[in-house]
């Protein structure tokens, strides 16, 4: 089992540029989740999927972000127009019912 | 609802020394507990987890919790601090929300320096 795993691993863009990451959860999980990682704020979960239906967005800050869950194998979060404020460690994690989460090992935004 | 709370946000230890990471939670029912550990630059990774059973939980490298419920703690200790422990770490406690999935609720960390 190869993980969670998220790409791109590091992402630098200029402001006002779309950002999007990538989550392949594992196989069989059926809940994936997205959380934002800085040293003000700590963990924050911005979204969460169950069997790819979002349930919870209410983490998300603004319109300018959004995430797409269109398969078991795939989602992606996308930041359209990015900002400075948004430089921060965005994870996804993936879990089945009633287990802990798994990480991926995240991608670093840096918005310049 | 339910909550987590950890002690101290910065914790340092001698190497060889007993590590003891505090964590207390909130809860009406009885919790599914969590400890998860990040090294610099990467995910959190599962250190061990309580599911009520056995009250003392061993995890992996070396570290246990022991589930109190008269003390609402699920404390994180190992005997012996390595170097290779200097990390963070995150109590965590699963809880069902307003959609009435299980969702994780993290607490805020606790460094672990480990003194040489």
């Known amino acids: 089992d190869a993980g969670v795993i998220q790409s791109p691993r590091h992402e630098v863009t200029e402001m006002g540029q779309e950002v999007t990451l990538r989550c392949k959860p594992i196989?069989?999980?059926?809940?994936l989740f997205w959380y934002r990682q800085t040293m003000m704020r700590g963990l924050e979960l911005l979204i969460y999927?169950?069997?790819?239906?979002?349930?919870?967005d209410s983490g998300m800050p603004e319109d300018r972000f959004s995430a797409k869950m269109p398969n078991a194998s795939f989602s992606t979060l996308k930041i359209q127009p990015s900002e400075p404020r948004d430089s921060a460690v965005y994870f996804c994690?993936?879990?089945?019912?009633?287990?802990?989460?798994?990480f991926g090992s995240g991608t670093r935004l840096t918005v310049v | 609802a339910q909550s987590v709370t950890q002690l101290g946000s910065h914790v340092s230890v001698s190497e060889g020394a007993l590590v003891l990471l505090r964590c207390n939670y909130s809860?009406?029912?009885?919790?599914?507990l969590f400890w998860y550990v990040q090294y610099p630059n990467q995910g959190l990774q599962l250190l061990l987890k309580?599911?009520?059973?056995?009250?003392l939980v061993k995890g992996i490298n070396g570290f246990e919790a022991e589930f109190k419920k008269s003390e609402t703690s699920f404390h994180l200790t190992k005997p012996s601090a390595h170097m290779s422990d200097a990390a963070e770490y995150f109590c965590?406690?699963?809880?069902?929300?307003?959609?009435?999935?299980?969702?994780?609720?993290f607490g805020t960390g606790t460094r672990l320096t480990i003194i040489p």
């Open positions: 809860s009406s029912v009885p919790p599914y």
């Open positions: 994690a993936s879990s089945r019912t009633g287990d802990g989460y798994t």
């Open positions: 965590a406690v699963s809880e069902p929300d307003n959609f009435g999935n299980e969702k994780l609720t």
């Open positions: 999927f169950n069997n790819n239906v979002p349930i919870d």
């Open positions: 309580y599911t009520s059973a056995a009250t």
């Open positions: 196989s069989g999980h059926d809940y």
